[in-house]
């Protein structure tokens, strides 16, 4: 539970599951959507259960129409038997009533009983559709329908047809549709809701395993993630694998560092101890102590600038090389002041490389400082891109090749330790850098007369 | 020549302070970014060394706020930190040189030396006027290839005066730059150790290396010269 403390009272916001919050929507909408479902289907049901019972009604006029008859004394009489046997059933809820001006001529068997008080006389050919309240509670849903009978003699007579039914049927198969719509809706929905989960639980398994792949890593079991992920997944999974890949060889190298330290001042003070018991000779053994405090001083510092480069790692966000180099320059420029160095940069605009600033600084100043160093008055860097390489030259017109190469040949794996004494360590950290980048460097003879230094570097 | 050192380790700010007076220097040495501000503006220094692991203000916001005021006399770094990137930002930040701890006396002098000679236009190790040369890796002060021996005031005065070779300089800055802040001043023993330099400098009065402007102060008025 993350607590978020706002300006006047504190908040709290409940941090939710990734499953809870789609179960918890689908859920709301599912409910949403079947309820929305439920109540039109049951609108629906009643208004064609109200029209089905109209047209029955209507039906039903035509069926009494059918089996009356006019006798020749000009009465209204039912011959047939009546098609309909509800009408001859009492009390069973379908009645019908014939009037001729506001008297009762004929009522169904089943209406005994009853007085139904059907007033309505619509006119000649006119239906009219009435809720009717009876004695007893009961309603009815009546259709009143005026008809004008026309006897052999030519006279007209006006009737009215009244047909009354029960409204309780209606509702009776209104409610088990309802009841069967519910059971059905909601059988439907849990059964939705229960795949809604399985489906979740299924599509986020990949996440439970990265995290129990990642827990695995923490408890030493294994090093890196597997590499069967779903595409969505593939991105990070990749991600954390360059980091933890990264980690790794930092770690190797931190470890690396820290032997060779320990094992490189181990020489110096040997020395040491050995001139402190055997040289009598205050004045050489104090010469020889400097030297020794020299060397260690510089194996510090060279160890400990081996284990701070960070190295090649793809999560690294890309550095602008001509913006380094600039400011490189602008400080060896105050720092060589006397000098009066003429120096020349062409820089392509995209030489960037995704890198440590910090190691790219190091390499960097290193080598401009060592041709700072050894110029008589000129420098020149250029830095290019090609493809996914960038490539730094750095030349001077210093002493060329020869008299410098002793010194600086740069080898893979060559340690500072075992260079002769009173060296630089400058390039030794600029051959370091660009090895834990997998890149390479070379010396050749520049167009300015001294040393060429080409460094080739990897962008990501 | 008048030098600021703002190092908060006591140890290393006893040695340095000792070693630059043994190079006949003029030293004020003081252990916070704060003080060193205050020193740094209040008084005319020829070279500042600060140390970038300050305790109150740390050592770039100190070069920051003394450039930020106006003081452009040269400021030397000292570092523990060896990396590009600080070295980078101390330099910007208004720096003229850096030095990585621990570095040998001998390097401090000579990086000294050469900020306060670049400073007053000087490009050569030894500072030359006519036939008097003085360097200052060594102390030695010559005239004609002989060597001249001064006392230590002496020396700081001819050092301060080549230095800054054909300006007029007032007796009270010249006062400034040759004694510490703690020390009593008495600008008439300038004009004492004026007259011993000029008998010392130039005995048979012939070559009146030191010019007096009444009211103004003094002026070398020898040549410099450039080999």
């Known amino acids: ?460 | 020549m008048r030098v600021l050192l703002v190092e908060d380790e006591k140890h290393l700010r006893e040695q340095i302070t000792q070693q630059l007076k043994q190079h006949n220097l003029t030293v004020d040495a003081v252990a916070d970014g704060d003080e060193g501000l205050f020193m740094g503006s209040e008084y005319p220094y020829d070279v500042a060394i600060i140390d970038l692991g300050l305790p109150k203000l740390s050592g770039i916001e100190l070069i920051q706020s003394l450039r930020k005021q106006g003081f452009d006399y040269p400021i030397l770094i000292l570092t523990a930190r060896s990396r590009w990137q600080d070295k980078v930002e101390g330099l910007e930040s208004g720096a003229d040189d850096y030095l990585v701890k621990p570095f040998h006396f001998e390097e401090l002098i000579a990086r000294i030396n050469a900020l306060s000679r670049r400073a007053s236009g000087w490009s050569n190790p030894t500072l030359s006027c006519g036939p008097i040369t003085l360097n200052p890796a060594t102390q030695e002060v010559t005239k004609h290839d002989e060597l001249v021996e001064l006392t230590a005031y002496e020396y700081r005065l001819l050092h301060y005066l080549l230095l800054h070779a054909g300006e007029v300089i007032s007796k009270t800055e010249l006062t400034d730059h040759i004694y510490e802040q703690d020390q009593d001043r008495d600008s008439n023993v300038i004009e004492v150790f004026v007259k011993r330099l000029r008998s010392k400098l130039d005995p048979d009065k012939q070559l009146n290396p030191i010019e007096t402007l009444r009211g103004r102060g003094y002026r070398l008025n020898l040549p410099r010269e450039s080999h």
């Open chain 1, 1 to 460: 539970m993350v607590v978020v403390t706002g300006l006047t009272c504190p908040v709290k916001v409940i941090n939710f599951s990734l499953s809870n919050r789609v179960l918890v929507a689908v859920s709301l909408v599912l409910t949403a959507f079947l309820g929305l479902s439920a109540i039109s289907l049951n609108n629906a049901f009643k208004s064609s259960a109200e029209l089905e019972q109209k047209k029955r009604l209507k039906n039903y006029v035509y069926t009494l129409l059918t089996a009356a008859e006019i006798n020749d004394k000009g009465e209204l009489k039912m011959t047939h038997d009546l098609a309909e046997p509800k009408f001859s059933i009492p009390n069973s809820g379908l009645y019908a009533q014939i009037t001729s001006s506001g008297k009762i001529v004929w009522q169904s068997p089943s209406a005994i009983g009853h007085f139904l008080s059907l007033p309505f006389q619509p006119g000649p050919s006119n239906e009219h559709y009435t809720v009717v309240d009876v004695d007893g509670g009961m309603k009815l849903q009546n259709l009143a329908f005026g008809i004008v009978w026309e006897t052999e003699t030519g006279k007209e007579l006006d009737y009215t047809i009244n047909v009354a039914e029960d409204m309780s049927t209606i509702k009776e198969t209104t409610a088990s549709f309802q009841r069967s719509l519910w059971y059905w809706l909601g059988g439907t929905g849990l059964m939705l809701l229960l795949a809604q989960w399985l489906i979740l639980k299924w599509s986020l398994r990949p996440l439970h395993d990265v995290a129990k792949d990642l827990h695995a890593i923490e408890t030493g079991e294994h090093h890196r993630l597997n590499d069967e992920y779903p595409r969505e997944l593939k991105q990070l999974t990749n991600n954390i694998n360059a980091l933890l890949d990264h980690e790794q060889s930092r770690r190797q190298r931190y470890k690396n560092s820290l032997a060779d330290l320990a094992h490189s001042l181990k020489t110096p003070l040997s020395v040491f101890r050995g001139e402190l018991a055997n040289n009598h000779d205050l004045q050489s053994l104090k010469s020889m102590g400097y030297e020794q405090l020299d060397r260690i001083s510089t194996l510090v510092d060279y160890q400990l600038q081996r284990a701070s480069t960070e190295g090649k790692s793809s999560l690294l966000a890309p550095v602008s090389l001509g913006e380094i180099i600039h400011k490189i320059i602008g400080s060896l420029d105050k720092v060589y002041k006397n000098k009066a160095i003429r120096h020349q940069c062409e820089i392509e605009r995209d030489a960037y490389i995704h890198a440590d600033e910090g190691d790219m600084y190091e390499l960097l100043g290193n080598l401009l400082e060592n041709a700072y160093k050894y110029c008589k008055h000129q420098v020149h860097v250029i830095a290019t891109s090609s493809g996914n390489m960038v490539k730094i030259r750095v030349e001077d017109d210093g002493a060329g090749i020869p008299t410098r190469a002793e010194s600086y040949i740069i080898k893979r794996g060559h340690r500072i330790d075992t260079q002769a004494e009173g060296q630089g360590i400058g390039l030794a950290i600029v051959s370091d850098i660009i090895m834990a980048y997998e890149g390479n460097i070379h010396l050749e003879r520049g167009r300015l007369g001294g040393a060429s230094f080409i460094v080739e570097l990897p962008r990501i």
